[in-house]
């Protein structure tokens, strides 16, 4: 069955609304503290606490769209987003920002779990892993300009003109999805309801080595992102003196790089199978990684030689994600929500509880790379030690598989 671009773009858009959530304000996480008189450590904490919510939020929304169908959970939770959004336009405080962001966290994460539940139900093997790949061009465009539309927004109304913007934004995806999105799992195929259905089918999942192992990697690889997203912009406003625009500017060509691997990795997967990507990318991260802190430590080569670093370390990511999440969901069909949701809910917590280690080890460029070389050694030494990616015949060449 063809796969329609217009089907791409959607569910594409609808798995990328926690991203564009949190990278739209970004910008504007220098001007917060000054409105709030806070900490650079708290308002950061505007952005890690909306991972944890959504953390949460997808072990709640998987189960239920295994047992509601996929529709049903995508509308309401995109309709709490939008309510949200226009609260934490009107918040008078940092821990109401704060408190208003987990909220958002929690009922937006529906929207991601959704997207890789409705792949699931229609795709596996390579297949899903290159759909997933070309799902990255949207995931990764989307946010590429969320910063620099920000800024603007930002610029005419302040930062809480960008919450209302969101309201807009997440308005436009819930008709899409209520006007295009058709439903993907039938009535006979749906896991009954309730708690016990629900936390069976995540025993199930906590007792396969393997898929815990694939299910972490995302996680951590996420963490190399995420550490540079909430560092980077004090790093390079404070630290290297650029403007916000300029800051969006070179979060958008640093975000290329992700757009360019997720597409590189779509081409080579017809090739190549997921396991083999794997291992090539995850030793590549932790080499661009140990090369960034490098070159913070001994300050060879200044900033350019620190964005070409940090743009090979944040891309390298979009190699290790599609082909751990495809290889994670392959053996769970029959519970693909849940399964999407143990992925998505352990890269967000994993993303939330590293992440914040930038601004409690200094919140500079030293503590950013520290943290994104230690989250790439991990992901490595998961791979290494609890799957066959590293092992003798673990990475092979694959056949194509494809589900309607």
């Known amino acids: 069955m063809k796969v329609r671009p217009q089907f791409v773009a959607l569910i594409g858009l609808l798995a990328a609304v926690p991203a564009?959530?949190?990278?739209?304000?970004?910008?504007?996480?220098?001007?917060?503290?000054?409105?709030?008189?806070?900490?650079?450590?708290?308002?950061?904490?505007?952005?890690?606490?909306?991972?944890?919510?959504?953390?949460?939020?997808?072990?709640?929304?998987?189960?239920?769209?295994?047992?509601?169908?996929?529709?049903?959970?995508?509308?309401?939770g995109l309709a709490t987003h939008i309510v949200l959004s226009i609260a934490c336009a009107a918040a008078p405080s940092i821990g109401a920002l704060i408190a208003l962001r987990t909220a958002q966290g929690f009922f937006n994460a529906a929207a991601s779990v959704v997207a890789l539940a409705v792949i699931r139900d229609r795709f596996s093997g390579s297949t899903a892993s290159r759909l997933l790949s070309r799902l990255m061009l949207v995931i990764g465009v989307a946010p590429l300009f969320a910063p620099t539309i920000g800024t603007w927004?930002?610029?005419?109304?302040?930062?809480?003109?960008?919450?209302?913007?969101?309201?807009?934004?997440?308005?436009?995806?819930?008709?899409?999805?209520?006007?295009?999105?058709?439903?993907?799992?039938?009535?006979?195929?749906?896991?009954?309801?309730?708690?016990?259905?629900?936390?069976?089918?995540?025993?199930?999942?906590?007792?396969?080595?393997?898929?815990?192992?694939?299910?972490?990697?995302?996680?951590?690889?996420?963490?190399?992102?995420?550490?540079?997203?909430?560092?980077?912009?004090?790093?390079?406003?404070?630290?290297?003196?650029?403007?916000?625009?300029?800051?969006?500017?070179t979060f958008a060509l640093v975000g290329l790089g992700l757009v360019i691997a997720s597409q590189t990795n779509a081409a080579l997967v017809k090739y190549y199978s997921?396991?083999?990507?794997?291992?090539?990318?995850?030793?590549?991260?932790?080499?661009?990684?140990?090369?960034?802190?490098?070159?913070?430590?001994?300050?060879?080569?200044?900033?350019?030689?620190?964005?070409?670093?940090?743009?090979?370390?944040?891309?390298?990511?979009?190699?290790?994600?599609?082909?751990?999440?495809?290889?994670?969901l392959e053996p769970y069909g029959q519970m693909a929500g849940t399964a999407a949701a143990f992925l998505g809910a352990s890269s967000a917590m994993l993303a939330g509880l590293i992440s914040p280690l930038v601004g409690l080890l200094g919140g500079d460029r030293f503590a950013m790379a520290y943290v994104m070389a230690g989250s790439a050694f991990a992901a490595f030494l998961v791979l290494a030690v609890a799957t066959p990616v590293f092992r003798r015949g673990g990475a092979g060449r694959i056949v194509v598989e494809h589900l309607d």
């Open 20 to 76: 564009i959530t949190t990278d739209m304000f970004l910008p504007q996480l220098p001007e917060i503290a000054r409105e709030f008189d806070t900490t650079t450590w708290a308002v950061q904490l505007t952005v890690t606490m909306m991972l944890v919510g959504g953390a949460v939020g997808q072990l709640v929304n998987g189960p239920l769209s295994d047992t509601l169908g996929r529709r049903r959970p995508a509308l309401w």
């Open 153 to 249: 927004v930002g610029g005419v109304g302040g930062w809480r003109a960008v919450f209302v913007a969101l309201a807009v934004f997440g308005a436009a995806v819930w008709f899409g999805v209520f006007r295009f999105l058709r439903e993907s799992l039938p009535v006979e195929r749906r896991r009954p309801a309730g708690i016990r259905t629900a936390l069976t089918g995540y025993w199930t999942l906590l007792r396969d080595r393997h898929f815990v192992a694939y299910a972490l990697v995302p996680g951590l690889s996420f963490g190399v992102t995420m550490s540079y997203v909430v560092g980077s912009p004090f790093v390079l406003q404070e630290e290297y003196g650029m403007s916000a625009g300029q800051f969006a500017a």
């Open 274 to 328: 997921p396991q083999a990507m794997l291992r090539a990318a995850a030793s590549a991260l932790m080499l661009a990684t140990a090369v960034l802190l490098l070159v913070v430590i001994t300050g060879w080569g200044g900033l350019p030689a620190f964005l070409v670093a940090l743009w090979f370390a944040t891309s390298i990511v979009f190699f290790l994600y599609p082909n751990a999440t495809a290889l994670a």
